[in-house]
């Protein structure tokens, strides 16, 4: 086995806090330690890292690869400030695909000043009559063309088909699957291999892809999975009583995006309350009997269970169906299956309680707190000031000692390590915050633990060699616990690893190693 010795850096360790060395053997770490011991070690090749910063490589702990894809490679309207922007990026967009369909995502009407959404007519004006599918940001609503609905003619009959090319739920889902019926291999795999380029080039060293019938579907799903491509994809499949298809699948879990409630953007999250903009309390797609079937039969294959919940009727029936599997098979077997709960956005202190007590991972995306929290964000355009204030409790969840991971869920925010780190930490709600340190843990380590990999995601002897090596605009501090004095320092002699100042601009990812073989690098200048 080739081994090789990067050395002259900073080592993100709990071996050697000091580290400034690391030798690879394989796809392992053999040693980690300090510039003097280094020069004793043989190695087939060196790397000098010129004072760089080398650290645990970022998992994303929820991602769709191909909607990613093709939102990297086509129409992404993320940011667009108004209605009428929007329409022009889709006919401009039109004119370069020529007739084949277009596909985009990204839109968020409730910061346009026209506060709606486009309609089938005016794509129909603005495509010159194309075929056009376009997800709202949150993915659990989208509008379509006329050319589009036409191709899907049960989706007017279907619960969630509200008019004027607007599609929510089941009638959303079936409207998706004939956009993505339209799209070919060549341009899945192309968008596939887009999203898992995007990562390697972010640090990000391992995926989960969140699959399911209404998401891509198996063909897509499998695709993802066979991709020869050194970033590493997690597969769950998020069907209902779908074990055995998840293991002829290839998947860790019979979960993801099996779908418990959708998403608060699209009035679709299922809420014990009603929204505040619309007399409606979402959509309940799955009961708590249904989460303990599901949860029982995974627990007794040895795969995990997940669900996506967003609201608190939603996330009510989740905990009580996993409570009620435990009941079942024992409390024991369900902590050690490690089942999760995807977005988890409208936790109360009872859903804590209850995900700590069986051992559930929670994988969240700060970046939804960033981009929809706050005092006039969607959050409380939705639910008012006092509810708003309590979404994702990332302390209360971390002090309860429920596992966590990060994600994007890409596309509905982008792949973004450094900034998901950061939303965690500066939550909008004061005191809903993680430290530094549990935030940059819970996107390295507790990805990997999220998917039952042990011994991955720190830099030790005989753990996987998969890291990445940042230029770093400022220095390596630490975080203190105690607000009462200085919140970061840079003294070396406290001996615990310093992280990059997240007031700084974000590091430059310049190497991605994942078991021990480069996936990506930086090139001359």
Known sequence: MTTTLYRRGRVRSPADPFATALLVDGA????????????????????????????????????????????????????????????????????????????????????????????????DRASYGG?????????????????????????????????????????HHLVRRAAYAAVSPAQRRAAQRATLDRAAALGIACVHECGGPEIGGEDDFSAVLALEHGVQVVGYWGELDGVERARELGAVGAGGDLF?????????????????????????????????????????????????AIGDAALTAVVDGIAQAAGQVGTAAVRAARHRVEHAEMLTPRHVAALAEHGVVASVQPAFDARWGGESGMYVQRLGAERARAMNPYAALASAGVPLALGSDAPVTPLDPWGTVRAAVDHRTPGSGLSARAAFSAHTRGGWRAARVEGAGELAPGAPATFAVWDLPGELVVQTPDARVSAWSTDPRSGVAGLPDLAAPDPACTLTVVQGEPVWSRGPG
């Open 131 to 171: 075929v056009v599918y376009l997800a709202r940001t949150d993915v659990h609503s989208a509008v379509a063309s006329s050319a589009l609905l036409a191709a899907a003619p049960e989706a007017r009959r279907a619960q969630g088909f509200v008019g004027d090319g607007l599609v929510r739920s089941q009638a």
């Open 260 to 308: 418990a409630d959708g998403a608060l953007g699209s009035h679709t999250a299922c809420l014990s309350e009603p929204y505040l903009d619309e007399p409606t309390r979402g959509q309940a797609y799955l009961s708590s009997e249904q989460v303990a079937r599901h949860v029982a039969a995974c627990t007794r294959a040895g795969l995990q269970a997940g669900f996506h």
């Open 28 to 123: 392992a770490v053999a040693w980690v330690g300090s510039e003097g011991a280094a020069d004793a070690l043989p190695a087939d090749a060196t790397v000098d890292l010129d004072g760089a910063w080398l650290a645990p490589a970022f998992v994303d702990a929820h991602v769709h690869a191909t909607s990613t894809g093709l939102a990297l490679t086509g129409l992404d309207l993320t940011g667009v400030p108004s209605l009428a922007v929007a329409l022009d990026r889709v006919e401009r967009a039109a004119r370069a695909v020529r007739g084949a369909v277009l596909l985009g995502t990204g839109w968020d009407d409730t910061a346009w000043p026209e506060r709606r959404p486009p309609t089938a007519a005016e794509l």
